[in-house]
């Protein structure tokens, strides 16, 4: 009846238990809540069901946020665990729970983090910065992100049913094949990233539609703002490396599942395949990670200079560059895979040619400050600490592409020190950085800035705390995903150090969380009125704070990069009294949610090996994708007359 | 007929939907290329069982091409007379399409079927494996290639042709010919190369 389900996988060792019933516990109190409050109707009809991508991004970032809260759990975890596992001492962690703790806080942080912010930037900030009113399907958008919601409930269930993987986040075969990992672990990460993955997909379709076909009259690719050529380099690399995912999760569950043989050291299976597959993927997902980031910085840099960017052609061809170059460096993953001198020296000079236009970016940076005005806000703070963490960071990886210096260091905590450097330094904190930059855009309030700077350094110093020692580590031996080491190494202290890091960079994410609450009760005094509260470049600016569904009364036409700097300067106001037309909108649709549940249910079977509930599973997608198709109205139209009565009344906030 | 540009709302969605499916087949595109990697990866690795020189038969292999084929020249009938609105034409050419389809699909379901009672699963080498996910994994898109067929037509057989039905059934139409694409892959590559 429920394939593999027993009542064991309900049974877990107490440190386990603990965490899966206090998430338990917090889910309960979340929906008494909304119940007390009585807001379940308003939650599905204002959020759940929207199509606004507006909307949709704010739930990719809360759902990014709680999976960040998740993984730094899982982080300070591991730490704990390798401070004090040393000699005699064996830790408070059992081997498997520690390989089942690293394997989730990797996923997490990657996909669902990582992702989760790549999303929500986009949606917050795209259709608003090319002058569009939405995506260019605002149906799938939905799908795009209940996927990716579904697939990051597989982390937080398989804290209560049964166990998470404990293979790394990339799951090497042998290791990930049925053989020897037999439990359901695998599973539930095949399915909750697979899940994800064609969410991730699937959007990647949408705005990259939207960024060709939907920008405003006037605004040539030469004259989209640096974020949006950004976000057009990512969604290029989701295209292309996406699709190999699907392929290598598809293979590999097949392995698992039918018994086939990809990857099975037996009957013909080959192992490298599924490293080189993971890793065509997986060199792209970085710099799907990356490169938004670097959009932002670019408008944070640009704005808070009150300069124009410095040399936007180059900083466009880097991005290209970046994006056709990222694909031919996937191989100095693995040079110690013995490929031969040849294959890992070109592997090693295009990882070499690749910090190229990564320079060229940081240089155009540093040159937009100079003679510029600029303001030490904390998007900057995030920006300048970027610039130092990156840098040192993105040398030790410039080290690595040497392939004989890489099979000194290779697996060892010298790699996670480099890693953590970029994606901590380059992601995370161009993601703080566009979270204070356009916060006041979304919610129509500024955040504290007293409490964002305290969050800012605590974040800077934890992090140096915590991986520096991390380099030494690496240089002193230290491999990555140790429970245990003898104490003669040497290595506690550097462990301790590493600890005390983490904790500090646990404080700075609760300042953030105080700086959000004390922002929220404080939301009068910081109302941002006017729209344009740091003296704005693009035209995300022009609209009113929080703008309306529909984003642009009327449809924007430019004639240069930094189009409302212009209209600013040359006092061009817009029209005082202006032709309103009746705008169609998308209606809300409860399919996507459906869509993401279904989902959710098929891979829940597929990891149980539950037939029937598969099969439900399989035939809800289906019927919801057919009632969609046999919809005949799916839009609203918004008058013209409504138009202008929300228009002045914003232009009365505005005095 | 269609030379109206970004005039009519209509239009521009329409070209916004046609742009964003060739994208989704380039994706899908991609997916293929993974597994045609594998496939020629793994084309050797018969651990001691079969290859393909011992299983696959030409002629079988190029009568469903030429059914495939042969469906894709339908399918363009049919979208001739979606585009001269003439719904009787659009039906019947829609309904050798899905014959011949649902016959292709049946050939491959019988070779398989074949192929696994004769002790030559997907479980039996790497190389078997790959050919059943590589080939199987068409034979899936071709299923809800026919699925989405249906529910497509139903609606045109009652109500008659609209704009948005014209859209879906242009994609659809893509989706198909995608198909014959890869096949001639596929036929090239597993059958043509690996018999000889």
């Known amino acids: ?655 | 007929m269609m030379t109206q540009p970004l005039a009519n709302p209509h239009q521009e969605v329409h070209a916004r939907t046609l742009f964003g499916f060739w994208v989704y087949l380039m994706t899908d595109c991609i997916l293929f290329g993974s597994l045609f990697a594998a496939y020629a990866v793994l084309h050797n690795s018969t651990y001691g069982g079969p290859s393909a020189h011992d299983l696959f038969s030409l002629p079988y292999a190029l009568a469903e091409t030429m059914i495939l084929l042969a469906s894709s020249f339908t399918c363009g009938l049919a979208m001739l007379g979606a585009h001269l609105n003439d719904r009787r034409k659009l039906l019947l050419w829609f309904g050798v399409t899905f014959l011949l389809g649902a016959s292709f699909l049946a050939m491959e379901i019988s070779e398989f079927t074949k192929l696994v009672q004769a002790g030559n699963s997907w479980q039996r080498s790497g190389f078997l494996s790959a050919f059943f996910t590589l080939v199987g994994t068409h034979g899936l898109h071709i299923t809800t290639g026919l699925l989405w067929m249906i529910v497509l037509l139903v609606p045109v057989a009652r109500h008659g042709l609209t704009p948005t039905s014209l859209k879906r059934l242009t994609c659809l139409r893509l989706f198909w010919h995608f198909l014959d694409v890869v096949w001639i892959f596929i036929f090239t590559l597993v059958y043509l190369m690996g018999v000889k």
């Open chain 1, 1 to 655: 009846m429920f394939g593999n389900l027993t009542l064991d996988a309900f049974k877990h060792d107490p440190i386990e238990a603990a965490a899966g019933y206090s998430i338990f516990l917090s889910m309960i109190l979340a929906v008494a809540l909304i119940t007390y409050f009585k807001r379940w109707t308003w939650l599905w009809k204002e959020w759940l069901t929207s199509l606004d991508p507006k909307r949709i991004g704010v739930m990719y970032i809360v759902v990014a946020l709680i999976m960040l809260f998740k993984g730094l759990s899982d982080a300070l975890m591991i730490r704990a665990q390798q401070a004090f596992s040393v000699g005699d001492a064996w830790g408070y962690l059992s081997a498997s729970h520690f390989q089942q703790v690293f394997t989730a806080h990797g996923t997490t942080m990657i996909f669902f983090v990582g992702m989760g912010i790549v999303f929500g930037m986009m949606n917050l900030i795209l259709p608003l910065q090319i002058g569009a009113r939405d995506v260019a399907y605002p149906f799938l958008n939905s799908i795009g992100f209940w996927l990716f919601a579904s697939g990051s409930a597989y982390i937080i269930i398989s804290l209560i049913v049964g166990k998470f993987s404990a293979t790394g986040w990339v799951a090497y075969p042998p290791l990930s094949g049925l053989r020897y990992s037999p439990n359901e672990g695998v599973d539930y990460w095949i399915w909750s990233v697979q899940i994800a993955g064609i969410g991730s997909l699937l959007s990647g379709i949408n705005f990259l539609v939207t960024i060709f076909k939907m920008r405003c009259p006037g605004m040539t690719l030469m004259k989209m703002p640096v974020f949006a050529w950004s976000a057009l380099g990512t969604l290029a690399l989701i295209i292309f490396a996406f699709p190999i995912l699907t392929a290598t999760l598809g293979m590999l569950s097949l392995d698992r599942l039918l018994g086939m043989h990809f990857f099975t050291p037996d009957f013909g299976g080959n192992q490298m395949m599924y490293v080189n597959l993971i890793w065509a993927w997986g060199h792209p997902e970085v710099y799907i990670l990356i490169l938004p980031a670097f959009g932002i910085y670019s408008q944070v840099v640009s704005t808070f200079s009150q300069k124009r960017l410095f040399s936007y052609e180059s900083m466009v061809w880097a991005i290209i560059g970046i994006t056709f170059l990222s694909f031919i460096v996937w191989l100095h993953h693995f040079f110690t895979m013995g490929a031969g001198a040849n294959v890992n020296a070109f592997f090693g000079i295009m990882t070499m040619l690749i910090a190229v236009p990564t320079g060229v970016k940081i240089f155009n940076w540093l040159f937009t400050m100079v003679r510029g005005r600029v303001h030490f806000t904390t998007p900057m703070l995030w920006f300048l600490g970027f610039v130092v963490i990156f840098s040192v960071g993105g040398m030790a990886g410039v080290l690595m592409s040497i392939a004989p210096v890489d099979f000194q260091v290779h697996n060892s905590l010298f790699l996670i020190a480099h890693f953590h450097s970029m994606i901590i330094g380059g992601v995370v904190f161009g993601f703080f950085a566009g979270f204070t930059y356009w916060f006041p855009k979304i919610m129509g309030f500024k955040l504290n800035e007293r409490l964002g700077r305290y969050a800012f350094w605590c974040w800077l110093i934890g992090f140096l705390a915590a991986f520096l020692p991390l380099y030494i580590l690496g240089f002193m031996g230290a491999t990555r995903r140790l429970d245990h080491y003898e104490a003669a190494t040497g290595w506690q202290p550097l462990f301790l150090v590493a600890a005390v890091g983490v904790g500090i960079i646990s404080l700075g994410l609760g300042l953030q969380i105080l700086q959000l609450i004390v922002s929220i009760k404080e939301r009068k005094k910081n109302t941002d009125t006017t729209g344009d509260p740091w003296n704005g470049r693009t035209l995300e600016w022009s609209t009113t704070s929080p703008p309306p569904v529909y984003n642009f009364a009327v449809i924007p036409t430019v004639q240069t990069r930094d189009p409302f700097w212009e209209m600013k300067q040359t006092g061009a106001s817009p029209q005082q009294k202006p032709k309103y037309q009746d705008i169609i909108m998308p209606k809300n649709s409860p399919l996507g949610v459906l869509i993401g549940g279904f989902s959710f249910i098929l891979g829940f079977a597929l990891v149980w090996h539950i037939l029937w509930l598969g099969v439900i599973g399989l035939l809800g997608i289906l019927t919801c994708f057919i009632v969609r198709l046999s919809e005949e109205e799916t839009e609203y139209c918004i008058p013209a007359s409504a138009v202008a009565k929300i228009e002045a009344k914003a232009s009365k906030r505005k005095k």
